[in-house]
C-alpha cells in the first residue's frame, strides 16, 4: 500500500503561479511512477504531468512550457510547479503513483484561479 497526501493548493490570479506538493508513505520501493491529475466540476480527469524514477517527464499539451514536475527521491515527494496559470486551470488536482501492480491516488487538493 501507498498512501498519497497533498499540499499547497489554493487561489491565485490569472498569471500567478502555485506550488503543490505529494508526498508518498507506505511501499515507497514499489512506486514506478508518480504524477498528477485534476478534474473540473463537469468534467473527466485527466492527464496533467507525470515522472519516472529516472527522472522521465511526460505533460499534457495544455500545460507544456507553464508547469513543471520534479521528485524528491529523499523526501518521496512529487511536485508541481505551475506558471501562467489561467482560469481554465480550475480544478482538482490529485497526486498519483503506479507501481507495477497497482495504482494510487491522493484526496486532491484544489487550485482555483481568479480572472
Known amino acids: 500500500q501507498v498512501q498519497l497526501v497533498e499540499s499547497g493548493g489554493g487561489l491565485v490570479q490569472a498569471g500567478g503561479s502555485l506550488r503543490i506538493s505529494c508526498a508518498a508513505s507506505?511501499?515507497?520501493?514499489?512506486?514506478?511512477?508518480m504524477g498528477w491529475y485534476r478534474q473540473a466540476p463537469g468534467n473527466q480527469r485527466e492527464l496533467v504531468a507525470t515522472i519516472t524514477g529516472g527522472g522521465n517527464t511526460n505533460y499534457a499539451d495544455y500545460v507544456k512550457g507553464r508547469f513543471a514536475i520534479s521528485r524528491d527521491h529523499a523526501k518521496n515527494t512529487v511536485y508541481l510547479q505551475m506558471n501562467s496559470l489561467k482560469p481554465e486551470d480550475i480544478a482538482v488536482y490529485y497526486c498519483?503513483?503506479?507501481?507495477?501492480?497497482?495504482?494510487?491516488w491522493g484526496q486532491g487538493t484544489q487550485v482555483t484561479v481568479s480572472s
Open positions: 507506505g511501499r515507497i520501493s514499489s512506486i514506478v511512477t
Open positions: 498519483y503513483c503506479r507501481s507495477a501492480l497497482y495504482q494510487y
